[in-house]
């Protein structure tokens, strides 16, 4: 496995996998995650950032970086894996679902049994995508991760 988060820059074209979600004010579920798949062949793009300013000033300009970078990397990854958390709703997360449930990547859809707007999730995903399994714990998920890498 091959990890890159905000804003690392990555070069290479191996198989790789977005990881969508919340960010704040909820468990660090990336990690989780991310220890699941440390032996697979994939690269993983984490959002979550180890360190963003609190400055208000270069909160702003690092907020914009961050936009940026996800757009980019969200683009470029071959798939996108959503984790909702009960924790928070998530309105970056759900846009971004919504966005790309309008394409053909493949997308791999985790959300909490408590997350507030499960039902919302789950059905205009079986409008849009009803091909797509959503999955209630990281393990489930990790599990069609696992699947779609090839092992």
């Known amino acids: 496995m091959k ?25 660090n579920w990336q ?12 690269v993983l793009f984490n959002p979550l950032r180890k360190k963003f300013p609190d ?3 270069a909160m702003e300009k690092a907020t914009k970086e961050q936009i940026i ?4 990397y969200l683009g470029r990854a ?3 894996s959503f984790w909702f958390p009960k924790e928070t709703v998530c ?13 053909n990547k493949p997308l791999f859809i985790g959300v909490h049994p ?9 059905i205009q995903t079986k ?15 990790y599990n069609q991760i696992k699947k779609w890498i090839g092992g």
């Open 78 to 80: 071959d798939a996108i």
């Open 31 to 42: 990690k989780e995650l991310v220890d699941l798949l440390k032996n697979k062949k994939i």
């Open 69 to 72: 970078w996800e757009h980019e």
């Open 55 to 57: 400055d208000p000033k």
């Open 127 to 141: 409008l849009i995508r009803p091909n797509i399994k959503i999955v209630y714990d990281l393990k489930s998920l």
């Open 3 to 27: 990890y890159i988060e905000a804003l690392e820059v990555y070069k290479g074209d191996e198989k790789s996998l977005f990881l969508a979600g919340g960010i704040k004010n909820c468990p």
């Open 114 to 122: 408590e997350y507030s707007r499960k039902q919302d999730i789950e």
């Open 91 to 103: 309105p970056i997360a759900l846009y971004e679902l919504g966005s790309w449930s309008m394409t």
